[in-house]
């Protein structure tokens, strides 16, 4: 079993930036792919990034290549999602995720959060 509690989300300008945290808990966090997913009203959930348990390897969509970052710290079982260049498209409820599998489906996930609102600015 893994707990799951994102923080971080807010109310931002256009083009700025926020970090969110995904504090894990659970005697096998570290081997789980974690992933970062979103969901605007009235649209489907989304695949935003995952990273390996290792974090060598990470996963991006292509709306968000190269503004958002992941980042794993296994010492402190958190996942960070590092959120620069913001949109007003990005506004959503933000989920953390964890799964046995690498992907970007949210059907490879075990585990999720309860989320956390971003909301952009124009």
């Known amino acids: 079993q893994v707990q799951l509690v994102e923080s971080g989300g807010g109310l931002v300008q256009a083009g700025g930036s926020l970090r969110l945290s995904c504090a894990a808990s659970?005697?096998?966090?570290?081997?789980?792919?974690m992933g970062w997913f979103r969901q605007a009203p009235g649209k489907e959930r989304e695949f935003v990034a995952f990273i390996s348990w290792s974090g060598g390897r990470t996963d991006y969509a292509d709306s968000v290549q190269g503004r958002f970052t992941i980042s794993r710290d296994n010492a402190k079982i958190t996942v960070y999602l590092q959120m620069n260049s913001l949109k007003p498209e990005d506004t959503a409820v933000y989920y953390c995720a964890a799964g046995g599998r690498y992907g970007r489906s949210w059907l490879e996930y075990d585990y999720w959060g309860q989320g956390t609102q971003v909301t952009v600015s124009s």
């Open positions: 659970g005697r096998t966090y570290s081997r789980y792919v």
